[in-house]
């Protein structure tokens, strides 16, 4: 499985951005696809994750702003980042779970200025 990932860049506090990850290659039965983040200093951490089913799970310093969706048909998954602060800025890598493997993607870069 590869992911491509994309849709990083620099906003505003309080400004608005659109991740993708879409995944290729071996993408029968992906079970779990999500969004993982690492700002520097700092341990990877999860922010959103979405079953094959439609279940959703967030980290607490994301809910009510970032909301995770995805698309089967085209393998990929989104992630909407409304109302962004300056420590949502981070690496944010693209994640896929296709038991037992664990695949990333390369990495996109958001930076929220203040």
């Known amino acids: 499985v590869q992911l491509q990932a994309s849709g990083g860049g620099l906003v505003q506090a309080g400004g608005s951005l659109r991740l993708s990850c879409a995944a290729s290659?071996?993408?029968?039965?992906?079970?779990?696809m999500g969004w993982y983040r690492q700002a520097p200093g700092k341990e990877r951490e999860l922010v959103a994750v979405i079953t094959s089913g439609g279940r959703t799970n967030y980290a607490d310093s994301v809910k009510g702003r970032f909301t995770i969706s995805r698309d089967n048909a085209k393998s990929t998954v989104y992630m909407q980042m409304n109302k962004l602060k300056p420590e949502d800025t981070a690496v944010y890598y693209c994640n896929a779970v296709r038991s037992p493997m664990n695949y990333w993607g390369q990495g996109t870069q958001v930076t929220v200025s203040s």
């Open positions: 290659g071996s993408i029968f039965s992906i079970d779990d």
